[in-house]
């Protein structure tokens, strides 16, 4: 039986004839020149030049990815490779294919997945646009850092390496360029090891414009960044939200507040108890959607989602929600009764809306509490 080749350089590619032929050469010399036992395989994403061709001419593996997207042409190349490591990168000659020592040591030391950084390694003038180098790459690795608590200075370096059982373990699923994102931010939820080298970055060989679109690429990333930090998106804002609208309406139920020469009253309470109900929905957000992505496979399981099935269910749920409509129709009844000492005339607002208030945000809090129960419980029928 033919042994595996230690490493494949996995490359995407769409209409790169003018820089396929060096990167793949550059690959081919750091093969040789390190002793590695390696394959080169190209994921053509339907090209209409001659890179076919090229690559075939230099003894490279085509691979034809039928879906369009960078992440697609990855993901079809990378399980073509029969590689225990894989390095993939860009084949536009940004990246120096013949210097990829640093990436393969890390691996065999044992790393799961190791990120290349652009800023500590260099970054050749004109070789990144002005919004990519001082905004989108900061402002989105900062993001990734924060929300994951990932130590990685450059998430979208399109140079990294990776073993082909760490691969195995992502279970990615995005087909665009956030697959960059996808597959750092999966890496960290699965604890997998990862660490980083620095790499230089060249102005690319190529006369067209790049596939990259900075807004939209830039958004999807974003979107999907926060999509895949559901506390961070859901959970914190509506904590927040909460505490600040149960505080601030517990004070204005009890009495006016007064400050200087400013009065808050009624109508304060009123805004206040909005945001009690909007963190709360906030809250529930956070809760369906994390449910909706483990048991799609979108986020792994972990032990905190398990216990969340015991303290929350639906009986729970139900007896929760009914507790809280029940004050809710004491509140209204009391309302109603002080209508109706004033013999359902004109009534003093500033008195009744303390009791009216109460009320409907408890009937809002019991009905939600409700049907969240009863759609959590749907969710979690697979389990």
Same mark, same amino acid.
């Given at each position: 039986?033919?042994?595996?080749?230690?490493?494949?350089?996995?490359?995407?590619?769409?209409?790169?004839?003018?820089?396929?032929? =060096?990167?793949?050469?550059?690959?081919?010399?750091?093969?040789?020149?390190?002793?590695?036992?390696?394959?080169?395989?190209?994921?053509?994403?339907?090209?209409?030049?001659?890179?076919?061709?090229?690559?075939?001419?230099?003894?490279?593996?085509?691979?034809?990815?039928?879906?369009k997207?960078? /992440?697609?042409?990855?993901? =079809?190349?990378?399980?073509?490779?029969?590689?225990?490591?894989?390095?993939?990168g860009?084949?536009?000659?940004?990246?120096? @294919?013949?210097?990829?020592?640093?990436?393969?040591s890390?691996?065999r030391?044992?790393?799961?997945?190791?990120?290349?950084?652009?800023?500590?390694?260099?970054?050749?003038?004109?070789?990144m646009?002005?919004?990519?180098?001082?905004?989108?790459?900061?402002?989105?690795?900062?993001?990734?850092?924060?929300?994951?608590?990932?130590?990685?200075g450059?998430?979208?370096?399109?140079l990294?390496?990776?073993?082909?059982?760490?691969?195995?373990?992502?279970?990615l699923?995005?087909?665009?360029?956030? +697959?960059?994102?996808?597959?750092?931010?999966?890496?960290?939820?699965?604890?997998?090891s990862?660490?980083?080298v620095?790499?230089?970055?060249?102005?690319?060989?190529?006369?067209?414009?790049?596939?990259?679109?900075?807004?939209?690429? /830039?958004?999807?990333?974003?979107?999907?960044?926060?999509?895949?930090?559901?506390?961070?998106?859901?959970?914190?804002?509506?904590?927040?939200?909460?505490?600040?609208g149960?505080?601030?309406?517990?004070?204005?139920?009890?009495?006016?507040?007064k @400050?200087?020469?400013?009065?808050?009253?009624?109508? =304060?309470?009123?805004?206040?108890?909005?945001?009690?109900?909007?963190?709360?929905? @906030?809250?529930?957000?956070?809760?369906?959607?994390?449910?909706?992505?483990?048991?799609?496979?979108?986020?792994?399981?972990?032990?905190?989602?398990?216990?969340?099935?015991?303290?929350?269910?639906l009986?729970?749920?139900?007896v929760?929600?009914?507790?809280?409509? +029940? @004050? /809710?129709? +004491?509140?209204?009844?009391?309302?109603?009764?002080?209508?109706?000492?004033?013999?359902?005339?004109?009534?003093?607002?500033?008195?009744?809306?303390?009791?009216?208030?109460?009320?409907i945000?408890?009937?809002?809090?019991?009905?939600q509490?409700?049907?969240?129960?009863? +759609?959590?419980?749907?969710?979690?029928?697979?389990?």
């Open positions: 039986m033919k042994k595996n080749p230690e490493l494949s350089i996995v490359m995407p590619c769409l209409n790169e004839a003018e820089t396929l032929e =060096t990167c793949i050469k550059k690959a081919q010399y750091f093969f040789n020149t390190h002793n590695v036992d390696g394959e080169i395989v190209i994921a053509d994403n339907g090209s209409t030049d001659n890179s076919v061709e090229i690559a075939k001419a230099n003894n490279a593996i085509v691979i034809h990815a039928k879906k997207g960078y /992440g697609s042409a990855l993901k =079809t190349g990378i399980e073509s490779a029969n590689g225990t490591y894989i390095i993939m860009d084949a536009d000659d940004s990246y120096d @294919f013949s210097n990829l020592l640093p990436y393969l890390k691996l030391e044992g790393y799961d997945l190791v990120m290349g950084n652009r800023f500590k390694g260099g970054i050749e003038k004109d070789a646009p002005f919004l990519h180098k001082y905004l989108g790459n900061p402002v989105l690795s900062f993001t990734g850092r924060l929300f994951f608590k990932v130590k990685i450059d998430f979208h370096c399109g990294r390496g990776f073993s082909k059982a760490a691969y195995n373990k992502m279970n699923k995005t087909s665009g360029m956030e +697959f960059a994102s996808e597959m750092v931010v999966k890496s960290k939820l699965n604890n997998l990862i660490t980083e620095p790499t230089t970055l060249k102005k690319d060989g190529r006369s067209r414009k790049p596939h990259l679109k900075t807004w939209s690429d /830039g958004w999807r990333h974003l979107r999907f960044l926060m999509l895949y930090a559901p506390n961070w998106l859901f959970l914190f804002p509506g904590i927040f939200l909460v505490v600040i149960l505080t601030l309406s517990t004070l204005l139920v009890i009495n006016p507040i @400050f200087n020469h400013s009065t808050l009253d009624v109508h =304060t309470l009123l805004y206040s108890s909005s945001f009690l109900l909007l963190g709360f929905q @906030f809250v529930i957000f956070y809760g369906l959607t994390k449910i909706f992505a483990v048991e799609n496979e979108l986020l792994p399981k972990s032990n905190r989602y398990d216990k969340l099935f015991k303290i929350i269910n009986e729970r749920g139900l929760i929600g009914f507790v809280l409509l +029940f @004050f /809710g129709f +004491f509140l209204s009844i009391k309302g109603l009764s002080i209508w109706q000492d004033a013999h359902y005339g004109i009534l003093d607002t500033s008195t009744t809306l303390r009791v009216i208030i109460p009320a945000t408890f009937l809002q809090l019991g009905i509490t409700i049907l969240f129960s009863l +759609f959590f419980s749907v969710l979690g029928l697979k389990k």
